[in-house]
């Protein structure tokens, strides 16, 4: 008989209060040229979701790195391409042509090529101390930007930025990660962080804005303009504060069962349909005019947890549970 695996409640919530910062960091891109608080809120969410979201990833892909489960990580690769082709449909019901590329990836499907190439590289790398290999992992990340010729092919820059994170959750056991973060003390350091944080991205956005081009892990330094010299140093210390914000983050998540943790087990789902959606709210419901009528925070948080919310329902689900366990069978 198979027996499943318990579920941890607080990761559920995490990852419900993550893909909600994701749907709202998509709607807030759409924006960010036209209201300065959309770019606080796109700069601040891009800080923290998606390393926080790989270090999750992480932690469980334990068993199926070390028992080699090549079967497993087609998933993602079915997964990358189920996205791909979703948008393009999307594009084309929008009246649009679709930009149809398979190795080179800017769009939202590169997490699932890199949760790929994350679970790919140490299967292969099965017998390197993992502790060496971390330490390697952020030197050759701090340099990379230096190589203006690493970009979106095969997701080569935010697979070599972002697989830090990833091998820090392989790493780390996830009930002394919870035991850690936990603590009293840390709870109170993960509040004063997250709203010091929070005001130095609103009083002095302007002065750090140009950093978007590095906290999305796909640009080379040579964008941040003046300051590419010293992207190093800048790759760095975004290390650092996205390491806190992940402690922070797991810190302040409930971690009973609350009425987002059925919906954050769904969080694939949602992350899979969103973008077109929001995409198609832009292209072809006048999404722009309808925003710039309100109060453009009122309306974009709402609509993001609306949107969230639905695709968060088994309907979603169903499809792409589905797909994804298209694999290969040996013969």
């Keep these: 008989m198979k027996i499943e695996r318990k579920r941890v409640d607080l990761w559920d ?26 770019r606080r809120t796109y700069f601040y969410i891009y800080l923290f979701h998606m390393p926080l979201f790989i270090f999750i990833g992480g932690l469980f892909s334990k068993k199926t790195i070390d028992n080699k489960d090549y079967k497993k990580i087609v998933e993602y690769l079915t997964l990358y391409l189920i996205i791909i082709m979703i948008q393009a449909i999307f594009t084309l019901i ?41 330490i390697f992992s952020i030197i050759l990340a701090c340099f990379a930007g230096y190589d203006a010729n690493i970009g979106d092919f095969l997701c080569l820059s935010r697979t070599i930025v972002f697989f830090p994170f990833f091998l820090a959750g392989y790493l780390l056991d996830q009930k002394k990660v919870i035991e850690f973060c936990k603590k009293r003390k840390v709870q109170i350091l993960a509040i004063i962080f997250l709203i010091g944080t929070l005001l130095l991205c609103y009083f002095f956005i302007k002065d750090i804005y140009f950093l978007r081009q590095l906290i999305t892990g796909r640009n080379p330094f040579i964008e941040l303009s003046k300051y590419k010299r010293y992207g190093i140093i800048f790759r760095f210390l975004y ?23 059925t919906w954050g087990r769904r ?43 639905v695709l968060a329902q088994e309907v979603f689900e169903k499809p792409i549970n589905y797909l994804k366990q298209i694999r290969y069978e040996k013969k």
């Excluded at 993550?18 to 300065?36: M, R």
């Excluded at 590329?101 to 190439?117: D, E, P, R, S």
């Excluded at 504060?241 to 943790?261: D, E, G, H, Y």
């Design 13 to 38: 919530n995490l990852k419900f209060i993550l893909i909600l910062l994701v749907v709202i960091g998509h709607f807030a891109d759409f924006l960010v040229t036209k209201s300065i608080n959309m």
């Design 94 to 134: 929008s009246g649009g042509m679709p930009n149809f590329k398979i190795f080179t990836t800017a769009g939202v499907q590169w997490y699932m090529l890199a949760l790929f190439n994350f679970n790919l590289i140490l299967m292969l790398l099965d017998r390197v101390d993992k502790k060496y290999l971390f």
């Design 239 to 261: 290390y650092i504060v996205a390491t806190l914000f992940i402690i922070s983050l797991i810190s302040l998540t409930p971690k009973n069962r609350i009425a987002i943790t």
């Design 267 to 309: 969080s694939l789902s949602i992350y899979v349909w969103h973008y077109p959606i929001i995409n198609l709210f832009f292209s072809k419901l006048n999404g722009y005019k309808l925003l710039k009528q309100t109060n453009t925070y009122l309306t974009i948080f709402p609509l993001a947890l609306l949107l969230t919310i």
